[in-house]
């Protein structure tokens, strides 16, 4: 049920502040350009399947490398994140206006001074957790870095908005070891972190955020982008195209396509 481009099969969680669930195809650009002129690209992030119960850290950077040397950094705040809660759903983190052109790598950094991590015992209960590097040190600041697309990029064309998601694997990213008594556990962290445009999984594509405006007659709408019920911060925004296959749930009523956009408007 494709709605325009990049967008298809919307639903809404939240009446009051209106936050969304949005599932999202792929899309990028395919050719190089002048980095003197910009497009905008969506990040979002999700997380491989793992035994975690909790994994918040916080995000402190989001980097993008430019194939002429330039490095793009595209969060604007850092931001603690629970990666565990995104093993089913891929969530919108934020939107940048990033010169156009061949981008390479991604880089994020993670700082577990202040991690909160458990995991599941054999009894299924869940247990604190402390992050070690390989050493047995206390870990704190983590830099891991991504060949997008394995190694081949991505293109971002003026006026085409494109879309990366960054895929912080908890399951290869670390080694747990439970203590004798399963009341404690301590991990060995090797982040494995994976950078790709494609949208090929089934996972919930979520975006959260303000209802800034409606434009009824364009079949549109903008979301003020907010996160991980993020509520004082901007992470910019994006316009999210309708078609006669949208559907809403507004206050716990359905609406179809026109009469949904006309509740919201």
């Keep these: 049920m494709k709605l325009q481009q990049c967008y298809y099969w919307l639903r809404w969680l939240l009446p009051v502040p209106v936050i969304f669930a949005v599932l999202l195809s792929g899309c990028g650009g395919s050719s190089g350009g002048d980095t003197d002129q910009q497009s905008k690209l969506s990040i979002s992030l999700t997380d491989a399947e793992g035994d975690f119960t909790?994994?918040?850290v916080a995000v402190e950077a989001l980097k993008l490398y430019h194939r002429n040397g330039a490095v793009i950094e595209t969060l604007p705040n850092t931001t603690r994140l629970?990666?565990?809660?995104?093993?089913?759903v891929t969530e919108f983190l934020t939107t940048a206006t990033v010169p156009v052109g061949h981008y390479d790598k991604a880089e994020i950094t993670l700082d577990y001074s202040e991690a909160q991590l458990s995991v599941e015992n054999s009894d299924g209960v869940s247990i604190p957790a402390n992050a070690e590097d390989d050493s047995g040190d206390?870990?704190?600041?983590?830099?891991?870095?991504?060949?997008?697309?394995?190694?081949?990029?991505?293109?971002?064309?003026?006026?085409?908005?494109?879309?990366?998601?960054?895929?912080?694997?908890?399951?290869?990213?670390?080694?747990?070891?439970?203590?004798?008594?399963?009341?404690?556990?301590?991990?060995?962290v090797n982040p494995v972190l994976v950078a790709n445009t494609s949208i090929d999984d089934e996972k919930t594509r979520r975006l959260r955020g303000l209802l800034a405006s409606v434009d009824v007659g364009a079949s549109s709408f903008v979301v003020d982008i907010r996160p991980f019920r993020i509520r004082h911060r901007s992470y910019g925004n994006i316009t999210v195209h309708t078609d006669e296959n949208t559907h809403y749930e507004i206050d716990g009523v359905s609406h179809g396509a026109d009469e949904g956009l006309t509740q919201l408007d």
């Design 82 to 88: 629970d990666f565990a809660q995104y093993i089913d």
């Design 54 to 56: 909790e994994y918040t």
């Design 138 to 188: 206390p870990l704190q600041t983590v830099t891991l870095t991504a060949m997008i697309n394995s190694g081949t990029g991505f293109v971002i064309r003026v006026g085409q908005p494109a879309s990366l998601n960054i895929d912080f694997d908890l399951e290869a990213s670390n080694e747990v070891e439970i203590d004798p008594t399963g009341s404690s556990a301590t991990i060995t």
